[in-house]
């Protein structure tokens, strides 16, 4: 009955993110034995000594616990509604939405959410979603990116149907700006960076502001004409000098960047910027429904100014809280300069939250999905939860994972008075049509364990080995204790042999485990469970890379 009552508090912490409740036990317990009605009383000791050890676990430990010891717990279907994503605002007819990454690099963890979110809602309504490369900045683009992205995203699942690449634009973008200036409302300033910024703190029009349309657009035309250059120009959207929010006034919409374009060589040198162009192409690519960041509600204010100007019907905007990804780098231009410089072996090495790094490891692009719907769509900043992560794709995976002995550390042991024993241990725990790894374990053998272990095992201690027997340690001295698998409570700890294969775990902090892995693990690569340290991805019969407990 205590382990019925472990398994329940189990499921029920889990299913509680973490927290087992006593009455909810108690109430599963009986309906599950309801013979147990009458005995409440004698079993309601046990039933809150188990919730209150669960309850001091993380919610990390309780999924080990039971992918260990009740892996039927993580394959049971939640009753719970499925949850999903609240409904567009203002659709009507077909809905086009877009995603918009910079090709400095392959995508991210931090990409997922806004490539998820968009995908789902395009196959809601059976529209249209657009990848569209935002290039217009020579000195933050690897080249190799542009098909990097498209790769990733297929990965994903997420299926773009058109593919725009913004470096590719700009005569249009030119030909915008042409309006702007002709009305008026976009003029071309050669003032320093200090002085415009003042002014605009100052709410003061720089000495340009009203120069005449005809000026400015000769000045304009001069410019992306690589005519001579005796200042470095940039051209200005107007807006209002007195809004209270000084990074809404006058914003730079182009400037010159002399550095030859990867995909346009020294074709151009005035090249638009972030604001501009995804004004033009959200009306040019006929965008509805525009869903970003926080962190972008000042963009969304300097652009609605292009819309208002040239007479363009707005996008609906949707502004989600900022999520903080902890432990882990997502600045491109820190994961390029390591792989430069030698310390990453590439944008897939386990250390980075890239796409590619995460597909390595063994993570499934379901898990990325079903997280963000999960989170839903809100403007409430939040804490990214590997525990929550983790645990979806511990779901994905964990029925097909087979089970193997990694020893880290090891210890090396000789157990006195041990018969030739039989071990027999399931690929896959309860369940026998998996199948087994067979050992033969001759007498007084020599087996290693891990350094943990031994540093925590006292004389007197009692300690089972997983599927063979038990030893006692005696002034020192490991012998047989017997092969009883009940009565005294016993520390179970996994073991291997002298034939076991010495081996590598690449850990994403950076700190490789070193130890032994058993010998039936040779040539059974992709993803599996060492048994109380981890799921991984072996790679070789000499290296896995961590994924996760």
């Given at each position: 009955m205590i382990q019925d009552i472990e398994k329940i508090a189990l499921k029920n912490a889990i299913t509680h993110d973490g927290k087992?409740?006593?009455?909810?036990?108690?109430?599963?317990?009986?309906?599950?034995?309801?013979?147990?009605?009458?005995?409440?009383?004698?079993?309601?000791?046990?039933?809150?000594?188990?919730?209150?050890?669960?309850?001091?676990?993380?919610?990390?430990?309780?999924?080990?616990?039971?992918?260990?010891?009740?892996?039927?717990?993580?394959?049971?279907?939640?009753?719970?509604?499925?949850?999903?994503?609240?409904?567009?605002?203002?659709?009507?007819?077909?809905?086009?939405?877009?995603?918009?990454?910079?090709?400095?690099?392959?995508?991210?963890?931090?990409?997922?959410?806004?490539?998820?979110?968009?995908?789902?809602?395009?196959?809601?309504?059976?529209?249209?979603?657009?990848?569209?490369?935002?290039?217009?900045?020579?000195?933050?683009?690897?080249?190799?990116?542009?098909?990097?992205?498209?790769?990733?995203?297929?990965?994903?699942?997420?299926?773009?149907?058109?593919?725009?690449?913004?470096?590719?634009?700009?005569?249009f973008y030119y030909e915008t700006a042409r309006s702007l200036i002709k009305q008026g409302n976009a003029y071309m300033c050669s003032c320093k960076v200090e002085d415009f910024k003042r002014d605009l703190m100052n709410s003061t029009a720089c000495p340009h502001r009203n120069i005449s349309p005809e000026e400015n657009l000769s000045i304009f035309e001069s410019v992306i004409g690589n005519g001579p250059l005796q200042e470095h120009p940039v051209l200005v959207i107007k807006t209002d000098l007195h809004h209270p929010n000084p990074a809404v006034r006058d914003w730079i919409a182009f400037r010159v960047i002399e550095k030859p374009h990867p995909h346009t060589g020294r074709k151009y040198r005035f090249f638009p910027l972030m604001n501009f162009c995804v004004a033009a192409d959200d009306h040019d690519l006929c965008l509805t429904h525009v869903i970003r960041g926080t962190d972008h509600i000042n963009n969304t204010e300097r652009q609605k100014y292009i819309f208002r100007y040239l007479g363009w019907k707005l996008p609906e905007y949707f502004h989600y809280g900022i999520i903080h990804i902890g432990d882990v780098i997502l600045k491109t231009s820190l994961m390029k300069k390591g792989i430069i410089?030698?310390?990453?072996?590439?944008?897939?090495?386990?250390?980075?939250?890239?796409?590619?790094?995460?597909?390595?490891?063994?993570?499934?692009p379901e898990t990325f999905r079903k997280y963000w719907v999960d989170s839903g769509l809100n403007d409430v900043n939040a804490d990214f939860s590997w525990e929550i992560f983790n645990s979806i794709n511990r779901q994905y995976i964990d029925k097909t994972s087979d089970r193997y002995f990694f020893v880290s550390s090891p210890e090396k042991i000789k157990v006195d008075d041990a018969p030739e024993t039989k071990a027999l241990l399931n690929l896959y725990p309860n369940d026998d049509s998996r199948g087994f790894r067979e050992y033969t374990v001759t007498k007084n053998p020599i087996l290693y364990i891990p350094g943990q272990d031994m540093s925590e095992i006292e004389n007197g201690d009692t300690i089972r080995l997983k599927g063979l027997y038990n030893i006692r340690k005696e002034d020192g001295i490991y012998r047989f204790a017997g092969t009883e698998v009940h009565g005294e409570k016993k520390k179970i700890i996994q073991w291997v042999s002298e034939d076991s294969i010495p081996f590598t775990i690449k850990k994403p902090d950076g700190d490789d485990d070193?130890?032994?892995?058993?010998?039936?693990?040779?040539?059974?690569?992709?993803?599996?469970?060492?048994?109380?340290?981890?799921?991984?991805?072996?790679?070789s019969d000499s290296t896995a890379l961590f994924l996760h407990k």
């Open positions: 087992a409740d006593v009455g909810s036990v108690v109430n599963k317990i009986i309906g599950s034995f309801p013979e147990m009605k009458s005995k409440i009383r004698e079993i309601m000791p046990e039933v809150k000594k188990a919730v209150d050890q669960l309850n001091q676990l993380s919610l990390e430990k309780q999924l080990e616990i039971a992918s260990e010891k009740y892996p039927d717990i993580l394959h049971e279907e939640h009753k719970e509604k499925e949850k999903k994503l609240p409904e567009l605002k203002n659709v009507h007819g077909k809905v086009v939405m877009r995603l918009a990454p910079s090709p400095s690099g392959p995508l991210h963890l931090g990409h997922t959410r806004l490539c998820i979110l968009n995908d789902e809602y395009t196959k809601r309504y059976g529209g249209e979603l657009i990848l569209r490369i935002e290039d217009t900045n020579p000195n933050n683009i690897l080249p190799e990116a542009y098909e990097m992205i498209q790769e990733d995203c297929r990965w994903l699942g997420v299926n773009f149907t058109q593919y725009v690449v913004q470096s590719e634009r700009i005569p410089s030698g310390e990453y072996t590439g944008w897939d090495d386990v250390r980075l939250a890239t796409l590619r790094s995460l597909a390595a490891r063994g993570y499934k070193h130890g032994l892995l058993e010998k039936r693990a040779t040539g059974k690569n992709g993803i599996i469970q060492l048994e109380r340290y981890s799921f991984v991805n072996k790679v």
